[in-house]
């Protein structure tokens, strides 16, 4: 059996074991994991401009942080990446291996933890065409889909789409017509908390600040972020800012975490514990070396 076939994948734009029917209902307190760009090969291929870079480095990176989220209790409902796992780009020589890599890794999280990948630009495609997101389709699930826990509503979009569509057009009008009919679905008021998952940060710590290559440009992202609020979503979750950044857009908050891999600002490499309660969600980040095992949900 080849590795990839090993993990849960997003399939007709839902994830196995959290669809609306059995999770839509809030049933108390619970925690997830959020962690970004594992891209496995980025430190010595970006950081340390090896000839002939390995990935070594952000395998056992990985494999710590998989250790931690194992421990905790009690356990989190799932381990989100958002975006990034591996760092050749779809067609390369390094992407097999890398992918491999990243799936027997992938293996060692407990079966109670699913694991849900969101897809970033290395994982498609910086100019992501239809081949490339085949591509990434084909190993790791939907590039977009919609699942439910514990009476909460998840929304994971292809942040690409928005960031070079330019090859793609009509796979990116595709998504916004499904993402139209989420948030319609979201603006009822049947959940708890609406949430969005993607790998590029509609901004990366104010909603008013100038384009540039770690965010989304402004004329799209005053639009996306006025449909979200008006939809009810209040949290949006990225990475590929590689560091720890955010900020509000309203009281609707854009997280951006660091890298459980390579890191670019000065943080060191962990992942975030998001706790989500009735009325709030609460999430912090860990260095790998400070993730607590008792997680309380109070």
């Not at 997003?10 to 609306?20: E, L, V």
């Not at 480095?57 to 975006?83: D, Q, Y």
């Not at 595709?174 to 708890?192: H, I, N, P, T, V």
């Not at 590689?242 to 857009?249: D, E, I, P, R, V």
Request: aromatic fraction near 14%; glycine fraction near 8%.
């Amino acid at each position: 059996m080849a590795e990839e076939n090993l993990i849960l994948k997003a399939k007709n734009h839902t994830f196995p074991g959290f669809k609306i029917e059995e999770e839509s209902s809030w049933s108390g307190p619970f925690a997830f994991i959020q962690g970004a760009d594992t891209q496995f090969g980025f430190i010595e291929n970006y950081i340390e401009k090896k000839p002939n870079p390995g990935w070594d480095k952000e395998v056992e990176l990985t494999r710590r942080a998989i250790a931690s989220v194992n421990a905790m209790c009690p356990r989190p409902r799932f381990f989100v990446v958002c975006g990034d796992l591996v760092d050749a780009f779809p067609g390369t020589s390094l992407r097999y291996p890398q992918e491999q890599s990243f799936f027997h890794l992938f293996k060692e999280l407990h079966p109670d933890i699913p694991l849900v990948c969101v897809c970033g630009n290395h994982d498609v495609g910086d100019d992501p065409t239809h081949e490339s997101i085949q591509i990434y389709k084909k190993k790791f699930g939907d590039d977009y889909f919609t699942f439910f826990c514990g009476g909460v509503m998840f929304i994971v979009i292809n942040s690409q789409f928005y960031k070079a569509p330019e090859k793609v057009q009509d796979l990116a009008e595709e998504q916004e017509k499904w993402l139209d009919r989420q948030l319609k679905e979201a603006k009822s008021g049947k959940f708890k908390h609406v949430v969005v998952f993607q790998h590029i940060p509609w901004f990366i710590r104010n909603p008013d600040e100038e384009d540039v290559y770690f965010n989304i440009k402004t004329e799209i992202r005053e639009k996306m972020l006025k449909k979200f609020y008006d939809a009810n979503v209040r949290a949006v979750f990225c990475g590929h800012w590689h560091g720890n950044a955010g900020g509000f857009y309203k009281d609707l908050e854009v997280v951006v975490t660091s890298a459980i891999g390579g890191q670019l600002r000065g943080d060191k490499s962990g992942f975030r514990v998001v706790k989500v309660s009735e009325d709030s969600i609460h999430h912090t980040y860990f260095a790998l070396e400070d993730v607590p095992k008792d997680i309380s949900l109070n």
